[in-house]
């Protein structure tokens, strides 16, 4: 018996030990598109659950088309809770693993599931006793919408607790340099869920129902291959209960390191209902017009997002071992990778936009005024990896003032007032044109703070100083 603990101890240690030597040896090129494809395609998947839905529910009308963007705005809720401890805890463990503290990494794994499980439920409870006026502030804009969304919503709303741990484990797993295993699960719920959207919603005749119901039946299955990853060992951590955290410390760390992705997700959430507010003047027409295109630039965000996260476990190992010029050279090569893809996707999307729209709106007027407010944003997609990049830097660093600051400018600082501002303008076109001003002010915020931390960098390689938990744009 104790031969085999012992055992099985060393074979913890010496995957630990490869891991180690994995991220703090590989040549950085290739260790980035190593992880960050793989996590880029985890972004893209989830972004697909959205689509594949608009698509066969636009077959319904375009009510039921406007129904499934009110609900994004809840699941852009539930994957805020799932991001900030996922993201949180996930930082944490980067930089833990860098130090070779295992036990206390496997304390950070646990906890952070356990609350994103007790989070989901206060979610799932909360959400089906006011499932009436969530449904209505989320924007619908007729009887017709609210009863779609609220017959979609109950579904995700009992996925909740699931889809919380989901965004952990896949959180976990990517930062401890296991993006492939994470992959795994996005991408069979992913698949499953186009299989069973026109089964439930065309064969059925299920409806919206059929719809909602794919959605749960993939992320159930997602959570379960997830978790099998952790339960086989195939992760560098473990989810145990015994290894929950009694002390109050560290959830104040995990919560508050996450914090800057709750800011991001919860703003996302907060945008899609100002811009369904909006837009429902306009008519359900439009709504489901601007829901689409909302859609389609969240694959392209997922792009930069995916690619990005990939390189969180990067930066956390190398800094955490006080390899600067890896740091540095991971950050460089990540930005220039991401914006050529991003590049590359914009041109592609701004020829193929009138197509695209044709594929789920049928109104002529609905398919112009999606056609315009897409290719609009085409226009800054190339910049969003800069200030996407500059607040995950600060966030992994521990830097969680400038963390939050950044995450919430392209949304906070600047979507918001574009979208309640612009539309008195310019009417219409001010809603169409909202995202690409904020995008184009996000990125040159993002500037100075990315040169600061550059020029950081620059002085910890020469000193070989230690490393300090917080990083100021002042220093």
């Known amino acids: 018996m104790e031969q085999s603990v012992h ?14 030597q994995k991220m703090t040896k590989t040549p950085i090129p290739r260790l980035v598109v190593t992880l960050g494809i793989p996590t880029m395609l985890n972004m893209m998947v989830s972004s697909l659950y959205n689509l ?11 009510d039921a088309t406007g129904a499934v963007n009110v609900v994004l705005s809840l699941m852009s809720l539930i994957q805020a809770i799932g991001f900030t401890f996922g993201m949180g805890g996930g930082s944490i463990i980067s930089r833990l693993l860098g130090k070779r503290a295992q036990k206390e990494a496997d304390e950070v794994s646990s906890s952070a599931f356990f609350a994103a499980f007790t989070a989901g439920m206060v979610i799932l409870i909360l959400g089906l006793i006011f499932l009436t006026p969530l449904m209505w502030l989320l924007g619908s804009s007729s009887e017709a919408v609210l009863m779609n969304a609220k017959r979609y919503s109950r579904y995700i709303l009992l996925a909740a607790p699931f889809m919380c741990m989901s965004f952990v484990m896949n959180n976990l797993l990517r930062s401890q340099g296991r993006a492939f295993l994470s992959m795994i699960g996005l991408v069979t719920g992913a698949v499953v869920n186009v299989a069973l959207d026109p089964l439930f919603i065309i064969v059925l005749n299920m409806g919206i129902d059929g719809a909602a119901l794919a959605t749960f039946l993939s992320q159930m299955l997602s959570f379960f291959i997830l978790l099998f ?7 560098i951590t473990s989810l145990r209960v015994r290894n ?17 992705s709750f800011c991001r997700q919860v703003l996302a959430s907060l945008c899609t209902v100002l811009l369904n507010w909006a837009v429902k003047s306009y008519g359900d027409g439009a709504l489901a017009a601007m829901g689409v295109v909302q859609k389609v ?15 969180q476990p990067v930066f956390g190992y190398n800094y955490s071992a006080r390899f600067f010029g890896r740091v540095r050279s991971a950050y460089l090569f990540t930005l220039a990778f991401s914006t050529s893809l991003m590049t590359i996707f914009a041109i592609a ?4 936009t009138p197509a695209i729209m044709r594929e789920f709106l049928e109104s002529p007027d609905s398919i112009a005024i999606g056609t315009l407010a897409l290719r609009l944003q085409c226009i800054c997609m190339p910049l969003l990896p800069l200030n996407f990049m500059a607040g995950l830097t600060y ?7 400038l963390a939050a600051l950044l995450s919430c400018s392209r949304q906070g600082l600047f979507y918001v007032p574009a979208i309640l501002i612009l539309p008195l303008a310019a009417d219409l076109l001010g809603v169409q044109c909202a995202q690409s001003v904020s995008d184009f002010l996000a990125f040159l915020f993002a500037i100075p703070f990315t040169v600061a931390f550059l020029r950081r960098l620059r002085r910890l390689e020469k000193e070989n100083c230690p490393v300090s938990e917080n990083v100021s744009v002042n220093e």
Do not use: H
């Open 52 to 62: 594949a839905d608009t698509y066969f529910v636009s077959g319904l009308g375009e």
């Open 395 to 401: 966030q992994v660093v521990g830097n969680k003032a």
């Open 349 to 352: 999307c701004a020829v193929a």
């Open 297 to 311: 630039f969240m694959f392209a965000f997922s792009i930069a997002l995916g690619v990005g996260q990939g390189y």
């Open 229 to 235: 990853m952790f339960l086989s060992g195939r992760s």
């Open 244 to 260: 929950i955290s009694r002390r109050w410390r560290t959830y104040r760390e995990i919560v508050s390191t996450g914090f800057p």
């Open 7 to 20: 055992a099985e101890k060393l074979s913890e240690e010496e995957r630990e030990r490869r891991q180690y």
